[in-house]
C-alpha cells in the first residue's frame, strides 16, 4: 500500500455541478500532484502543490481548481460540470525534490451525468 | 513541449516468449524516464526509472537517446505480467515542468497460458 489516499472512490453527478475531490499524501509527503485519466485523452497532469504553494500547472481547465492544506492534503474542485469531465482522478505524492517517484492513490471515478 | 508516444494499445504474447513494449520521447533536455503499471483494479505503481537502472520482475529498459526511445523489455512473460503498462517522462531539475509526469497513452499487455 503506497499510503496516499483519496476519497470519495466514486461520485456521481449531474452536469453544472460542483464536486470536491480529496487527496492525503503519504505521510512525510510534501508534493501532491493530480492527474485525469480518461478514455480519450489518457493520463494527464493537472497541477502540482509543494508544501502549500502552487508548483506546476498543467493542463487545468478553468473550472477546475486546488489547493494544499497546511496539514498537506489535497482537494482538487471541479465546478460547472460537463459530460466530458467524466474520468477518474488521480492524486500522487512525493517527498518534493529531488526524489522522483510519485506514489499514487487509488483514484476517484467521477461520472457526470 | 515534452511528449511521449506508445505506439501499442495493446499487446498479446504467450507466457514464455519475449515482450517488448515501445515507447518513443520528445523532449529537448535530459529528461527522466519511468514506467509504470498498473495490475487490474490496483493503483498506478512504479516499475522502474531509467537512472536506477534496474532489472523489476525481470523486466528491463534501456534509454537510448540517439532514437529518444525507452522501451520495456522482459525474455520471458509471465501470466501475471498481464496488467497496463505506462511510459512516463519527468522534466529535468530546473525546468518550468520539473516534476511533473507526462505520461503515454499506455499499452495493455496480454500474456495467454
Same mark, same amino acid.
Given at each position: 500500500?503506497?499510503?496516499?489516499?483519496?476519497?470519495?472512490?466514486?461520485?456521481?453527478?449531474?452536469? $453544472?455541478?460542483?464536486?470536491?475531490?480529496?487527496?492525503? =499524501?503519504?505521510? $512525510?509527503?510534501?508534493?501532491?500532484?493530480?492527474? @485525469? @485519466? !480518461?478514455?480519450? @485523452?489518457?493520463?494527464?497532469?493537472?497541477? @502540482?502543490?509543494?508544501?502549500?504553494?502552487?508548483?506546476?500547472?498543467?493542463?487545468?481547465?478553468?473550472?477546475? !481548481?486546488?489547493?494544499?492544506? =497546511?496539514?498537506?492534503?489535497?482537494?482538487?474542485?471541479? !465546478?460547472?460540470?460537463?459530460?466530458?469531465?467524466?474520468?477518474?482522478?488521480?492524486? *500522487?505524492?512525493? *517527498?518534493?525534490? =529531488?526524489?522522483?517517484?510519485?506514489?499514487?492513490? =487509488?483514484?476517484?471515478?467521477?461520472?457526470?451525468? | &513541449?515534452?511528449? #511521449?508516444?506508445?505506439?501499442? %494499445?495493446?499487446?498479446? #504474447?504467450?507466457?514464455?516468449?519475449?515482450?517488448?513494449?515501445?515507447?518513443?520521447?520528445?523532449?529537448?533536455?535530459?529528461?527522466?524516464?519511468?514506467?509504470? #503499471?498498473?495490475?487490474?483494479?490496483?493503483?498506478?505503481?512504479?516499475?522502474?526509472?531509467?537512472?536506477?537502472?534496474?532489472?523489476? %520482475?525481470?523486466?528491463? &529498459?534501456?534509454?537510448? %537517446?540517439?532514437?529518444?526511445?525507452?522501451?520495456?523489455?522482459?525474455?520471458? &512473460?509471465?501470466?501475471?505480467?498481464? &496488467?497496463?503498462?505506462?511510459?512516463?517522462?519527468?522534466?529535468?531539475?530546473?525546468?518550468?515542468?520539473?516534476?511533473?509526469?507526462?505520461?503515454?497513452?499506455?499499452?495493455?499487455?496480454? #500474456?495467454?497460458?
Amino acid at each position: 500500500d503506497s499510503g496516499v489516499t483519496q476519497t470519495p472512490k466514486h461520485l456521481i453527478t449531474a452536469t $453544472g455541478q460542483r464536486v470536491t475531490l480529496r487527496c492525503s =499524501p503519504r505521510s $512525510g509527503d510534501l508534493s501532491v500532484y493530480w492527474y @485525469q @485519466q !480518461s478514455l480519450d @485523452q489518457g493520463l494527464q497532469f493537472l497541477i @502540482q502543490y509543494y508544501n502549500g504553494e502552487e508548483r506546476a500547472k498543467g493542463n487545468i481547465l478553468e473550472r477546475f !481548481s486546488a489547493q494544499q492544506f =497546511p496539514d498537506l492534503h489535497s482537494e482538487l474542485n471541479l !465546478s460547472s460540470l460537463e459530460l466530458g469531465d467524466s474520468a477518474l482522478y488521480f492524486c *500522487a505524492s512525493n *517527498a518534493g525534490i =529531488p526524489n522522483y517517484e510519485q506514489y499514487f492513490g =487509488p483514484g476517484t471515478r467521477l461520472t457526470v451525468t | &513541449a515534452q511528449r #511521449v508516444t506508445q505506439p501499442e %494499445k495493446l499487446l498479446s #504474447v504467450f507466457k514464455g516468449a519475449p515482450v517488448e513494449l515501445k515507447c518513443n520521447y520528445s523532449y529537448s533536455g535530459s529528461p527522466e524516464l519511468f514506467w509504470y #503499471v498498473q495490475y487490474s483494479r490496483q493503483r498506478l505503481q512504479l516499475l522502474l526509472r531509467h537512472i536506477s537502472r534496474e532489472s523489476i %520482475k525481470g523486466f528491463t &529498459a534501456d534509454l537510448n %537517446k540517439g532514437e529518444t526511445s525507452f522501451h520495456l523489455k522482459k525474455p520471458f &512473460a509471465q501470466e501475471e505480467d498481464s &496488467a497496463m503498462y505506462y511510459c512516463a517522462l519527468s522534466a529535468s531539475p530546473g525546468g518550468t515542468s520539473y516534476g511533473k509526469l507526462t505520461f503515454g497513452q499506455g499499452t495493455i499487455l496480454t #500474456v495467454h497460458p
